[in-house]
C-alpha cells in the first residue's frame, strides 16, 4: 500500500473514531453532564469540610491550653470541667469530637477521672480515644487495665495490660504492663503465667528498671511451680 492510501486509511480510521465518540457524547450528553456535576460537588463538600475541620481544630487546640495547664497543675476538676472562662476536656471532647485535639481530649478526661477515682466514666472516655500515637495509646490502654483492676474485674486487666505491652513494644512501657499483668496473675495463683511474663520481661527488657529486679519475681513464683 502506497504512504498515500496510507495516510488517506489513517485519517479515515480518525474521523470514524471521532464520529462514534461524537455520537456517544451527544447520546450520553445529560448523564454525563450529571456526573460531572456530582462530581464537582463532592469535591466541593469534601474541602469544605475540611476547611472546617481544620478551623474546628485549631479553636480546639487553643481550648486545650488552659486545660492542660491544669492538669500539668493536678487541678483536675478544672481541667475536666472548665474554669467558667476556659473549656475542660470533657466539653472539648464533645464539642470537637471530629477533630484530632478533640479526640485527645477524651485521654485527658480519662486520665484525670482514673485519678479521681471515676473509674467506669474514665474507662468510657479511654475508649474513645482512638489516634495512632505511639506512647498515648498504649497508655490509653494501660490506663483501662488499671480501671478495671480497681473495679475488680482482674482479667480484663491482664488483657489490657498485655495489649498495652504489644502496643508500645519499648524497654519502657511494655516492662511496667507485662509486670502489672504478672502480678496479678500470681496473686490468683496463676504462677506459669506469671512465670512467662516474668522471663519474657527477663529476655526482652533486661535494663528495665523491671527487668534489673526481675530474678526475685522470678525465683518466687518458681517455687510454687516446683
Known amino acids: 500500500m502506497s504512504k498515500k492510501k496510507e495516510t488517506a486509511k489513517g485519517i ?3 474521523e470514524q473514531t471521532l464520529t462514534k465518540t461524537e455520537q456517544f457524547l451527544e447520546q450520553n450528553y445529560k448523564p454525563l453532564l450529571y456526573v460531572l456535576v456530582v462530581a464537582v460537588v463532592l469535591v466541593g463538600i469534601v474541602w469544605l469540610l475540611r476547611m472546617y475541620t481544620h478551623k474546628q481544630n485549631e479553636e480546639a487546640l487553643s481550648q486545650m491550653f488552659m486545660a492542660e495547664q491544669y492538669f500539668g497543675e493536678d487541678s483536675l476538676k478544672l481541667a475536666l470541667y ?3 472562662n476556659n473549656l475542660g476536656f470533657i466539653d472539648i471532647a464533645q464539642e470537637y469530637k471530629r477533630t484530632k485535639s478533640g479526640r485527645l481530649a477524651n485521654f485527658y478526661a480519662g486520665a484525670c477521672l482514673m485519678h479521681l477515682g471515676q473509674y467506669e466514666e474514665a474507662v468510657s472516655y479511654l ?3 482512638n489516634l495512632d500515637d505511639e506512647v498515648l495509646a498504649p497508655q490509653a490502654k ?3 487495665g488499671d480501671a478495671r483492676v480497681e473495679l475488680g474485674n482482674y482479667s480484663a486487666g491482664i488483657k489490657n495490660y498485655l495489649e498495652a505491652a504489644e ?3 519499648n524497654s519502657f512501657h511494655s516492662p511496667i504492663y507485662l509486670m502489672k499483668a ?3 496473675y500470681e496473686s490468683d495463683g496463676s504462677y506459669a503465667e506469671a512465670l512467662r511474663l516474668y522471663e519474657q520481661i527477663k529476655k526482652k527488657y533486661p535494663e528495665s528498671n523491671e527487668g534489673r529486679s526481675i530474678d526475685k519475681y522470678i525465683a ?3 517455687m510454687h511451680i516446683d
Open 82 to 84: 472548665g474554669d467558667g
Open 167 to 169: 502496643m508500645a513494644e
Open 220 to 222: 518466687r513464683v518458681k
Open 127 to 129: 475508649n474513645k480515644y
Open 182 to 184: 504478672g502480678m496479678l
Open 142 to 144: 494501660g490506663l483501662i
Open 12 to 14: 479515515e480510521n480518525v
